[in-house]
């Protein structure tokens, strides 16, 4: 099972990042595929998560309005629209296959690879 994750970088205040999760095909079979983000000196945070069966979606209220997350089972790829980006959105984004939906979904991970980095600032 691996998960590859890009398209990170270092955009203003304000901007917008899309980064892609290139996963291996059963890796999609997953009951919750996301991204968590870890950033220095603080705690882990699940950012956004979406099942595979009916593709309902879970935002973290810090995000909601402002990331979508989105995949494409063909390309067996996810991805995380990022906008209107703040610097408190700055970390590393990490993707991973969960167990669990919801606020603690990215608890339950059984996977997840290399992170991207995001640094929003001015």
């Known amino acids: 099972v691996q998960l590859q994750a890009s398209g990170g970088g270092l955009v203003q205040p304000g901007g917008s990042l899309r980064p892609s999760c290139a996963a291996s095909?059963?890796?999609?079979?997953?009951?919750?595929i996301g991204w968590f983000r870890q950033a220095p000196g603080k705690e882990r945070e699940g950012v956004s998560c979406?099942?595979?069966?009916?593709?309902?979606?879970y935002y973290a209220d810090a995000v909601r309005d402002r990331f979508t997350i989105s995949r494409d089972n063909a390309k067996s790829t996810v991805y995380l629209q990022m906008t209107n980006l703040k610097v408190e959105d700055t970390g590393v984004y990490y993707c991973?296959?969960?167990?669990?939906?919801?606020?603690?979904?990215?608890?339950?991970?059984?996977?997840w690879g290399q992170g991207t980095q995001v640094t929003v600032s001015s």
């Open positions: 991973a296959t969960g167990t669990s939906f919801g606020p603690s979904w990215y608890l339950s991970r059984s996977y």
């Open positions: 095909a059963t890796t999609l079979d997953y009951y919750t």
């Open positions: 979406i099942t595979s069966s009916d593709g309902s979606t």
